[in-house]
């Protein structure tokens, strides 16, 4: 492990548990906690106006910084919504990507270069209409103005983003929960763990069960998992079954390299699918993949996430393979939203 990585998992060990430099930073989460509270104060009282869609917004975002699986949930959101007869459109910051003055807006196969890994892969697997700026207050405006048919905006991430209203705040966590409780730099919070309490939903990505689920009460709460359900030879398309790499003569053969914001997260898929990796790589969230790094990776085949492919493409690199999930809800999340759309709707 060389020196950044060390440091970086010795900063995530104290963010999950707390430490001498989680106390040493405690000074600074307070400055993040006035911050936050006068933006939020400033809206409320007015001072700063949000814009309102002429159409009901949901807004799928997180507390703890990093990954935690907002992504499969705006897939689903998309599709679970289409499937009851909603017309849903999605804005996105596109990180990653050099702003423009005006959104991009798109539709189908994305550049990740122009729109950014997430919107390109919720594109590809939604094929709902996507438009990413930095404001997303522009970005929902271009949407609308491009897709007139819309009648719903699904919002990745952006909980903090407060300068488009909300019609519904889902909040997405992982089996970190809220770490050590602190604010940003002390702990991984971006606002006080108390927020959970205001949203109208928290879906809990996490493969144990123990979970609430589905509770009348707000906020509702649904635990997720992400299923795998395949995957895909980048080079030609071929398929096969997450289990064809756990057995002979592929089993041993097979590598895993992950760029999101939990590798851990994908590598143990793979694992409780029965593969075990000869080699496992970690890379930064947001890797761009603008020169391989699977050179000294042994193996026949590497098992990639969906989200470093859609950037792995141009690498010409015949051992990839895309390993595609589906968030699977202990409840009926789809369901749920839908209702609480239809009494958010607007005149």
């Known amino acids: 492990m060389n020196t950044s990585s060390f440091l970086l998992a010795f900063l995530h060990r104290q963010w999950r548990h707390g430490g001498w430099l989680s106390t040493l930073l405690t000074?600074?989460?307070a400055l993040?906690?006035?911050?936050?509270?006068?933006?939020?104060?400033?809206?409320?009282a007015g001072r700063r106006q949000a814009w309102r869609a002429p159409v009901p917004v949901v807004v799928v975002g997180n507390l703890y910084v990093g990954g935690t699986g907002k992504t499969p949930v705006v897939i689903a959101a998309v599709e679970g919504l289409r499937a009851r007869g909603w017309t849903p459109?999605?804005?996105?910051?596109?990180?990653?990507?050099e702003p423009g003055a005006t959104p991009r807006v798109g539709q189908g196969a994305l550049s990740p270069r122009e729109f950014g890994d997430e919107p390109a892969l919720i594109a590809r697997a939604s094929n709902a209409p996507v438009a990413v700026h930095p404001k997303r207050a522009l970005a929902a405006q271009a949407l609308l103005q491009a897709h007139p048919e819309l009648d719903v905006i699904v919002s990745d991430d952006g909980l903090?983003?407060?300068?488009?209203?909300?019609?519904?705040?889902?909040v997405v966590q992982d089996e970190r929960g809220t770490g050590n409780g602190r604010l940003l730099p002390a702990g991984p919070l971006r606002e006080p763990a108390s927020r959970l309490g205001?949203?109208?939903?928290?879906?809990?990505?996490?493969?144990?069960?123990?979970?609430?689920?589905?509770?009348?009460?707000?906020?509702?709460?649904?635990?997720?998992?992400?299923?795998?359900?395949?995957?895909?030879?980048?080079t030609d398309g071929r398929q096969q079954p997450l289990a064809w790499f756990a057995q002979p003569p592929q089993a041993g053969r097979v590598a895993a390299?992950?760029?999101?914001?939990?590798p851990q997260r994908f590598f143990q898929t793979l694992r409780e699918a029965g593969i075990e990796p000869a080699?496992?790589?970690?890379?930064?969230?947001?890797y761009d993949y603008a020169r391989s790094p699977f050179g000294d990776l042994p193996g026949e085949h590497i098992l990639v996430t969906a989200k470093d492919a859609i950037k792995c493409a141009a690498l010409d690199e015949p051992r990839l393979w895309e390993v595609r999930v589906a968030a699977r809800f202990s409840g009926d999340f789809a369901g749920w939203l839908s209702t609480a759309l239809d009494a958010a709707k607007r005149p």
Not at 34 to 40: E, G, I, L, S, T
Not at 160 to 170: F, G, T, V
Not at 216 to 223: I, L, N, W
């Open 160 to 170: 903090q983003h407060l300068q488009l209203a909300r019609d519904i705040e889902i």
């Open 279 to 286: 080699a496992e790589l970690s890379l930064p969230d947001h």
């Open 198 to 234: 205001e949203v109208d939903a928290v879906i809990t990505n996490a493969a144990a069960d123990g979970a609430p689920a589905g509770a009348a009460t707000a906020p509702r709460h649904f635990r997720m998992r992400l299923a795998p359900v395949g995957a895909w030879r980048l």
């Open 32 to 44: 993040t906690a006035r911050a936050v509270r006068r933006k939020r104060d400033d809206y409320r």
């Open 27 to 29: 000074p600074l989460s």
């Open 89 to 97: 459109g999605v804005v996105s910051r596109g990180y990653g990507v």
């Open 257 to 262: 390299a992950a760029g999101i914001g939990n």
